[in-house]
Nanobody, 125 residues
Framework: QVQLVESGGGLVQAGVSLRLSCAAS????????MGWFRQAPGKEREFVAAINWSDESTYYTDSVKGRFTMSRENAKSTVYLQMNSLEPEDTAIYYC??????????????????WGQGTQVTVSS
């Protein structure tokens, strides 16, 4: 099994930056895809970014393109989400997800079987 733990969230003002981390443990050789999702109160869980573990290609939702960057540590089973120019609309609980397969529907929560507990990001105006 795989365990995921997110960290790095907090309360910040609009325009500043945060970097979220997701540390994977357990049978991490099973991981082929990792993603970031977020969920605001009253909203559906929303895709933010994903990475194909084998070739490190990344994918983003339109609202964060140019502001957020997803990356991985080659020597560790850890991924990051660098978030710049944060906006109040980015306020949400951010979740890390992983799956043994890279799937065509990588932007869907249903493409991932492993999930972290989430970390709160609050952006004030």
């Amino acid at each position: 099994q795989v365990q995921l733990v997110e960290s790095g969230g907090g309360l910040v003002q609009a325009g500043v930056s945060l970097r979220l981390s997701c540390a994977a443990s357990g049978r991490t050789v099973r991981i082929s895809a990792m993603g970031w999702f977020r969920q605001a109160p009253g909203k559906e869980r929303e895709f933010v970014a994903a990475i194909n573990w084998s070739d490190e290609s990344t994918y983003y939702t339109d609202s964060v393109k140019g502001r957020f960057t997803m990356s991985r540590e080659n020597a560790k089973s850890t991924v990051y989400l660098q978030m710049n120019s944060l906006e109040p609309e980015d306020t949400a609980i951010y979740y890390c997800a992983a799956d043994p397969l890279w799937r065509r529907n990588y932007a869907s929560p249903y493409a991932y079987v492993y999930w972290g507990q989430g970390t709160q990001v609050t952006v004030s105006s």
